[in-house]
T-cell receptor, first 109, second 116 residues
């Protein structure tokens, strides 16, 4: 079967750095997405990785290792507004998005 | 980025009634639209995929006669929950994609359905 694993919940301090991991097992791979979802709202796109390595976009970076079936989302200089769920999703060989359950990130002052 | 709207944003209905949710791509033509359902503290669950002018493809376990999907134009798809029951209460989210499967999906803001 296909599955995406990510931690259920993480807590971090305002101004700090946090890394959210995602491991996946899917039938084929056509890229990995990270989305941010605030409570009661739809997901918003953060990043897309299809090649190995690190993609940096402002305070957020995303890393991919296809051989390890592993990705992480790195958030720097955390702000209170970063409190949200972070969803990892993999596009499989049929171009279907397979979603993880999301990691709820709690930021404390 | 592209904008996708959903209407209504929130609906409360009585058990047994039908509810229609609209999903519109405002500034692009959506070749494909997706309907998701999300229960509290759970992941997005894909319900169906629809291409303009053709019948929707439903995921396993999703009743096509209960969740009617119409993708009549390149900018509009509708999901009708027929004979809704309390267990259908959920957050329904649509997304739209302009071109190839590799293209990004843009999400609507979601519709919170509560069935009493």
């Amino acid at each position: 079967g296909q599955n995406i694993d990510q931690p259920t919940e993480m807590t971090a301090t305002e101004g700090a750095i946090v890394q959210i991991n995602c491991t996946y097992q899917t039938s084929g791979f056509n890229g990995l997405f990270w989305y941010q979802q605030h409570a009661g709202e739809a997901p918003t796109f953060l990043s897309y990785n299809v090649l190995d390595g690190l993609e940096e976009k402002g305070r957020f970076s995303s890393f991919l290792s296809r051989s390890k079936g592993y990705s992480y989302l790195l958030l720097k200089e955390l702000q209170m507004k970063d409190s949200a769920s972070y969803l990892c999703a993999v596009m499989d060989s049929n171009y279907q998005l397979i979603w993880g359950a999301g990691t709820k990130l709690i930021i404390k002052p | 980025g592209a904008v996708v709207s959903q209407h209504p944003s929130r609906v409360i209905c009585k058990s047994g009634t039908s509810v229609k949710i609209e999903c519109r791509s405002l500034d692009f033509q959506a070749t494909t639209m997706f309907w998701y359902r999300q229960f509290p503290k759970q992941s997005l669950m894909l319900m169906a995929t629809s291409n303009e002018g053709s019948k929707a493809t439903y995921e396993q376990g999703v009743e096509k006669d209960k969740f009617l999907i119409n993708h009549a134009s390149l900018t509009l798809s509708t999901l009708t929950v027929t004979s809704a029951h309390p267990e259908d209460s959920s957050f329904y989210i649509c997304s739209a994609r302009a071109g190839t499967p590799r293209d990004e999906q843009f999400f609507g803001p979601g519709t919170r359905l509560t069935v009493l």
